[in-house]
């Protein structure tokens, strides 16, 4: 960094400040990167040394405090679209083939004898709430993207995404392990190798749910910490009020 010019030392300070997507970090970084540039040129063309021109271009660009909130909230909904998107996908995908596995497992009349009288319903339970995350997916990936116009804080939305997600998932697992344990196993399916399959690729998906959308809480985070500090930064006796 000792021989970074004023729009290297920005642009990191930003990649520093910011969380989110490695991929859309990296385009809003160089978008920004490219802006900076061109109006480093601009003033350069003016006659101005390079290290003048970039320091004005930095200025007229607005400071990392004041620039990053911005950046962040675009982060967050491209956290919250990938995270729609992942359950719109996966929930119901996931659903279908343990449809297909109970459709095709072998059944015996013992089995049934074990299963409790709640054991359908709760099954029942499981697939429709499995669908119904699903359709929750379905609906955030419309809001995030034709609907996101519409909405004032889409910000917001990502954290309840992630909120859901980290309640539902949950849920939906112990749910599954309650009905593994009324059927009492069931038996003879761990030697069942598509079933086995299936339960890893439901496992899988479950844990990319949840790491997703913690990914949805660390953005927003992110974002409300940048928000509060340009507050206090813009009127500190209200953050010595608070205090």
């Known amino acids: 960094m000792g021989n970074a010019g004023p729009i290297d030392e920005y642009v990191a300070s930003m990649r520093h400040a910011l969380r989110g997507p490695g991929g859309a970090k990296r385009d809003l970084l160089a978008e920004a990167r490219d802006s900076l540039l061109d109006a480093a040129e601009a003033y350069e063309g003016e006659g101005l040394p390079r290290a003048e021109a970039e ?15 911005g950046f962040q909230g675009e982060l967050a909904v491209s956290q919250g679209r990938r995270t729609a998107a992942l359950l719109f996908l996966s929930v119901p995908l996931s659903a279908f083939m343990w449809a297909v596995i109970w ?3 072998p059944q015996t009349a013992e089995m ?5 009288e709640w054991f359908g319903l709760l099954a029942r339970t499981v697939d429709l709430l499995q669908l119904a995350v699903g359709a929750v997916g379905g609906v955030a990936l ?3 993207g034709r609907g996101l116009r519409r909405i ?3 910000a917001l939305l ?4 992630g909120l859901f997600v980290w309640v539902q998932t949950p849920l939906v697992g112990a749910m599954g392990l309650t009905l593994a344990a009324a059927a009492q196993g069931p038996a003879g399916f761990t030697g069942y190798l598509p079933g086995l399959a299936v339960a890893l690729v ?6 990319w749910q949840l790491y997703s959308a913690a990914h949805c809480l660390r953005c927003t985070r992110a974002l409300s910490a940048l928000r509060s500090s ?3 930064a813009a009127d500190p006796g209200r953050s010595l009020s608070r205090s």
Do not use: C, H, M, Y
């Not at 439901?202 to 844990?207: G, K, R």
């Open 152 to 154: 004032r804080r889409p």
């Open 55 to 69: 320091r004005l271009a930095v200025a007229d660009f607005g400071t990392v405090p004041e620039v990053a909130p």
């Open 230 to 232: 340009n507050l206090s």
């Open 202 to 207: 439901s496992d899988a998906f479950s844990v």
């Open 142 to 144: 419309i809001a995030f």
């Open 158 to 161: 990502t954290r309840w995404l």
């Open 112 to 116: 049934e004898q074990i299963k409790p």
């Open 103 to 105: 459709r095709i497992f």
